[in-house]
């Protein structure tokens, strides 16, 4: 049986623009794909932590160094440029695979430049 798990996360990352005339997507600074493990075209679920929303689209990579976090598309009406959000992507694991498995929890700070990585998150 396959369980699914998180396998990334980068947490309280600022939203830089909302563009609802992009076709659609997540822009993210490839940095910050790299730390948390996210690959492009890889689905995430995003959580405002602003407004509560919450959705699912797919990644592409930005600019390096950038800080870029770019909500596209029709995703632009649920994010605007100031958000906080928290950007997760899940993968299916076989218990093989579960035991001492641990995600990548990327911490930022305000320009969303990588403060932190864990394999556990901090109270």
């Not at 940095?31 to 929303?53: P, Q, R, T």
């Not at 598309?73 to 035991?99: C, F, N, Q, R």
Request: glycine content about 8%.
């Amino acid at each position: 049986m396959l369980r699914q798990f998180m396998l990334g996360k980068i947490h309280r990352c600022t939203v830089t623009r909302a563009d609802l005339d992009y076709v659609g997507s997540v822009t993210i600074d490839s940095i910050l794909m790299e730390a948390a493990g996210f690959l492009e075209n890889e689905k995430v679920e995003i959580y405002n932590i602003a407004n509560g929303s919450r959705f699912a689209t797919y990644v592409i990579p930005g600019v390096r160094e950038s800080g870029e976090i770019g909500i596209n598309g029709a995703a632009a009406h649920l994010a605007k440029a100031g958000d906080l959000v928290i950007l997760v992507s899940y993968g299916w694991l076989t218990p093989d695979e579960i035991d001492g498995y641990a995600p990548k929890v990327v911490f930022v700070d305000a320009r969303n430049r990588v403060t932190s990585i864990n394999e556990r998150e901090q109270n």
